[in-house]
């Protein structure tokens, strides 16, 4: 033993223990041996082993409890302890609140003034009893849930961050001192918030300069302004634009609605005018079976719309648009000096007149169930854009844009809009004519260079289809075959022993040529601008359609529901012909006086005279005529029609379109230098003129036309002409009685 740690030998801080050193007894020395063992090389038993772990885990332990006790405790110990509290502060969860703690029900009011201005957050006690916020002079504007729950919270939890383990910054500013933190009136980013709360007491809070260590704010008290904290970034929000709080949806929401969409438009504005670039309407249920398409192009007519595009990247598009930011909202967007920053046009006289500046009106409408009234109601929502921007910020493009149900100018991303800048080719199918055959009254073919013509007239559905080739135009007579016969074309359908069947015969070549009608394409990728044109068509196609039902089989069920089966155990089904005329805005009158009954669609019997409401079955979610009943044939027999007893009156639209194709002249130099004009063989140019004629039918009256509208597309559209040319060739060979292939190339 080294007597230099106690002084000397005999002295008494010491004395004790070395005194007991000096007298080992037997077994201590035994035990210190066995220890020294432990530790000293050699092969150990497992015991030993052991032994030595939980040696050398008693100590590591000891010098942890060791370490614990005298640093880490203590520390612990002083963060426990309550600090000092001045007037006013109060400390709540390990942190110090600069002025006491304020619930969310207990609040009245929230002002707010910083460098962008004024405005005042009130509390108003929704239905169910909890407490919301509306800005005050704007309870109609919706705010954000999230911004306005954080805002809330940071005015009622207001507390200091330490800065170097310092609870306040100052304890002793002079009013010489505040500038520094931007605490004084005249700085940039002065700003303050006071909270009424509901029993009139009331604190302002005065927010400064952020902290150079970042992640806080400079700030005081109203009435404390000697002393200086440094305040969380809960309180930032009400450093910022109000807009902020603002929610950033623009539109009504629709969801899975937006398929049903009835009315869809964009003006676009062009040379200082609001121009219709497209407008669509949602067609009849099932008349949008027949067709590509669910919706009606009504302008620009005579095309069809390309149903995936306008899925995929309109109608996902638009379930609810949601912006990147909100740049105004309110009674100050319609001052010029406000909404003239964002390229907007928001003067409602020149709105209401259409003569705007805006660049871009943007409207559509769908239906969507009432749960209060169990029927449908419209949801509209209407928008106007600017011209698209890059932001210098980030080089992403950007509309802004002016909702007025939302009241708000805001900055969405163009990638969301971005179909309002597209061309007409982006929403059109490249189809010049498609639907189904048993809606078609017929079609005629004209070659005005060849002068010969043909109109195909159809009658009959299904298994009764006839079709009569006649001369073109109006009351043509009929074309004659070889023979001196009448052409026509008959349905021959054939039975087989398991309840099916197979067409055969003219008609089936027939159905080959209405085939290649239906896929003609024009080429959207080429640009019909500025072609050089003959004056006048080379040749026509004329189609006329009207909307008809489709023949379909029917599941059958029982009364309770079953699914009736036959004895082989299918399941039997029953043959719906088709081919009625769908009918809309149906009207039935009692005839000896009385309220009318509001049908909407009724279909028509042309056979009968009369008319026949259809139900969906709930057994399967079929739209079938009411009182479903069947023949020995299992043909699905009408036998249900609305009462005799009333006058019915209904509305359908027969659409007559006509492609005119004129042939495009392409330029070349000759030899001598001359240049020579030519018809190209590749390409022909096709404007569409669309006829609608709008038919009353009434149970007395039969059947009368009530309005005519012609409308032809300003801009045509390219088609090869070895696709036109093959319609006509091929017409050419059904009326001589040749084979045609329906794909064969030209």
Not at 36 to 41: A, D, I, M, P, V
Not at 175 to 190: F, R, S
Not at 657 to 678: C, H, I, L, P, R
Request: charged share 25%.
């Amino acid at each position: 033993m080294d007597h230099r740690l106690c002084g000397s030998a005999s002295s008494g801080g010491c004395r004790g223990w070395h005194h007991g050193m000096d007298k080992e007894t037997p077994f201590m020395k035994k035990f210190f041996a066995n220890i020294k063992e432990l530790f000293t090389r050699g092969e150990k038993t497992t015991l030993q082993k052991q032994l030595r772990l939980v040696i050398i885990f008693v100590l590591v332990a000891a010098i942890g409890l060791g370490v614990y006790f005298a640093a880490i405790y203590p520390s612990i110990k002083k963060e426990d302890e309550l600090p000092p509290l001045l007037d006013g502060e109060q400390y709540y969860n390990k942190m110090i609140l600069i002025v006491p703690y304020t619930e969310r029900t207990d609040m009245k009011s929230i002002e707010v003034h910083n460098k962008y201005g004024d405005y005042t957050l009130e509390a108003v006690a929704t239905d169910s009893g909890s407490i919301t916020f509306y800005l005050r002079g704007n309870d109609h504007i919706r705010l954000d849930s999230s911004a306005l729950a954080s805002a809330v919270v940071g005015a009622g939890t207001v507390y200091s961050n330490k800065i170097n383990d310092m609870q306040r910054v100052n304890e002793n500013a002079t009013p010489e001192d505040l500038p520094q933190y931007g605490l004084t009136e005249d700085a940039k980013e002065y700003s303050w918030f006071r909270v009424t709360r509901n029993d009139g007491t009331s604190y302002k809070v005065i927010v400064g300069d952020p902290v150079p260590s970042g992640n806080a704010y400079y700030g005081m008290v109203e009435g404390r302004e000697n002393v200086v904290y440094s305040l969380s970034t809960s309180v930032a929000v009400f450093k910022s634009k109000s807009t902020v709080l603002v929610d950033k949806t623009i539109s009504n929401y629709l969801g899975s609605n937006v398929t049903s969409i009835n009315d869809f438009y964009i003006f676009r504005n062009i040379a200082g005018a609001r121009t219709l670039l497209i407008e669509l309407k949602s067609k009849n249920t099932e008349a949008a079976d027949n067709a590509t398409s669910s919706y009606e192009m009504v302008y620009p007519a005579a095309y069809y719309l390309n149903d995936d595009r306008f899925g995929s990247s309109v109608l996902n598009n638009i379930l609810y648009i949601k912006a990147s930011e909100i740049m105004e909202y309110g009674e100050d967007i319609v001052k010029p000096e406000v909404y003239e920053k964002y390229g907007l046009d928001i003067n409602m006289e020149r709105i209401a007149e259409a003569e705007d500046g805006n660049y871009v009106l943007f409207y559509y409408s769908c239906k969507v169930p009432d749960s209060e009234t169990g029927k449908t109601k419209d949801i509209e929502n209407l928008l106007y854009l600017s011209e698209s921007f890059t932001d210098s910020e980030d080089g992403e493009k950007y509309y802004y844009v002016y909702s007025p149900d939302f009241d708000v100018i805001a900055k969405v991303a163009a990638s969301t809009l971005n179909f309002v800048d597209w061309s007409i080719a982006n929403f059109t199918s490249d189809r010049m004519y498609y639907n189904y055959i048993g809606t078609c009254d017929f079609f005629e073919l004209m070659h005005y260079t060849k002068g010969s013509g043909v109109r195909y007239v159809f009658s009959g559905t299904e298994k009764t289809f006839n079709v009569k080739a006649l001369e073109a135009g109006e009351n043509g007579t009929p074309k004659l075959d070889k023979n001196g016969i009448p052409r026509e074309f008959n349905v021959e359908y054939v039975p087989d022993s398991y309840g099916g069947g197979k067409y055969t015969g003219e008609f089936e070549n027939f159905r080959n040529l209405y085939l290649v009608l239906i896929t003609r394409n024009f080429d959207i990728t080429k640009d019909a601008e500025g072609r050089d044109t003959s004056d006048t068509p080379g040749m026509s196609v004329t189609i006329s359609t009207t909307p008809k039902d489709l023949a379909k089989s029917y599941g059958l069920y029982d009364a309770e529901g079953n699914k009736l089966r036959d004895s082989s155990g299918s399941m039997m089904y029953a043959r719906y012909r088709g081919g009625y005329l769908i009918c809309e805005n149906a009207k039935a009158t009692p005839k000896d006086g009385g309220d009318s009954v509001d049908y909407g669609t009724l279909y028509y019997d042309e056979e009968a005279k009369r008319f026949f409401q259809k139900k969906v079955d709930s057994n399967d979610g079929e739209l079938k005529p009411v009182n479903l009943s069947y023949d020995k044939n299992m043909n699905v027999v009408i036998n249900r029609y609305v009462a005799a007893s009333y006058n019915v009156t209904a509305e359908y639209t027969q659409t007559v379109s006509t492609y005119n194709f004129y042939y495009v002249y392409e330029t070349y130099t000759d030899a001598a230098g001359k240049v020579q004009k030519v018809i190209s063989q590749t390409e022909m140019y096709v404007v569409p003129t669309i006829t609608t004629v709008k038919y009353e039918v009434s149970t007395e009256t039969g059947i009368r036309e009530i309005s005519r509208e012609t409308v032809t597309a300003e801009k045509g559209m390219i088609m090869r002409k070895p696709a036109i040319d093959k319609l006509f060739e091929d017409s050419d060979k059904v009326l001589a009685g040749i084979e045609i292939g329906a794909y064969e190339a030209n």
